[in-house]
């Protein structure tokens, strides 16, 4: 068998994820320690656990509806409501397998060849690989540490051709922390406004900000009409391996994105649905007792960060933060190499995230307080070493 | 500063990083170590304790629950009596409590027969105890909030995105 003309040319196309090799060093030793992973610590509330326990025990092992349960997608509309003020109603929601296939669904659903789907970075790395697996073509938007890393209105601008199909609003966002306040968001929605260009607002971190609540883009004036909202359980109520999403858009959207999930997917599991439902039901003071361990965290990191005089930008969403390392002389890669190698300490290089995260690390504190401390005395030992 | 909040991050954690504390209550070390010395002088904080599984150790040791029951005491009660039986120092708690019984208290011996000898001789004979019921821990698997059974370890890997 030739493997080599086996493959789908698109598919050729896709590398694979720079971090790779860095598995293959950190298995060379024994007492690493990580802050890199880009999911909570916190293990799924119990109550929650126990709702998808108790739907086995009855037996709740058939498929549910394509779009997902009625109860559950009405108590999404509520929570929605409740937690961020957005208004949708039950057959605007769509119940996905996580955020991920929600993603996935919408760039298939409105992407043609050759459309162009604008890609702020450094983000979250699927965007551009699905875009290309629909055949439409990433257009990335550097954002940069002066505005914070948020998507600028005049970057947007600059960006937009008359094949633009796709905005991608990753916000509070992975890698940076960034997060867009409404004024920020006016001023994109005010570009947007007479365009055609729909907006896919990856919210999956929607509810750890700190400081102020997060804003959805499709609460501004006009963008409720052209928004797809990803969000979903992994992130808020620290149910990653549940794989549980949530797609809210206009009617006509979330039944053509339904029509392509039912062919792909048929119904997300149904005992993550069960969960979910006892999550949004009885979940929200889970929420908030883990936002609150997070900023906690956010807060000793960061001053632990600038004490070494490394130079970063306050994050005031998700669980990362993106010290600056340019001022070192090693590309982000390097730096991240030497760093496991003679501290033993595993971070995920900027440039993992797009090129224009180079000469930043992404640092995740999804950890407990002990191992912070701990990788915080490694990482001054190694700049201290430079 | 958020008194119920404090007590309440002491009372899981008496070790919790003071620095922790001052950022989740919005206030300075200073105030958070001056807050806890006011509690502690109160009394409201009493005491702090290390949690020890003593079956991971070769210490011969049991612990028992005991039921009272206990005529009161005209004008004083079951005080009298509970405060009498918080002297002995091998008593670990003792719980005045409804239903059917009236005492509930734990104690820790090294044997089976030390543990028995103070029912016997302590215990049953102590002037309004009526009757006594023992009944003797065979594995603790939760004590004061933290498990001593089976933790739930990270399995998270060392690297994603």
Redesign the interface.
Known sequence: MNYDNLFSDKVKTIKP?G?RK??DI?AEFDD?L?L????P?F?TPWHIREAGIESLEHGRTKYTANSGMRELREQTCHYLHRRFGLDYSDDEILITVGGSEAIDLAIRTLVNPGDEVLVPEPS??CYSPITVLAGGVPVPIVTKKEDDFKLTAAALKKAITPRTKLLILPYPN?PTGAVMTRRDLNAIAKVLKDTNIMVLSDEIYAELTYGSRHVSIANIDGMHERTIIINGFSKAFSMTGWRLGIAAAPRPVIKKMTLVHQYGIMSAPTTSQYAALEALKNGDSDIESMR?EY???R??ILSGLRDMGLSCFEPFGAFYIFPDISAFGLTSDEFCERLLREQRL?V?PGS??GSSGEGFLRISYAYS?ENI?LALGRLRKFIGSL | MNEKKLLAALEKDAYADRSMLASQLRCSVQEINAQIKKLEEQKVIVGYNAMVDWDKTNRDYITAMIELKISPIRGEGFDKVARRISKYPQVKSVNLMSGAYDILLSIEGRTLTEVALFVSQKLAPMDGVLSTATHFVLKKYKDKGISYDVSEEDMRGLYNI
């Open positions: 994820s971090i860095f598995f950190a690493v990580s890199s992973i880009g999911e610590d293990q979250f790395v992975n609150q900023d906690s965290r807060k000793l595993a995920v993992a995230f307080v401390e």
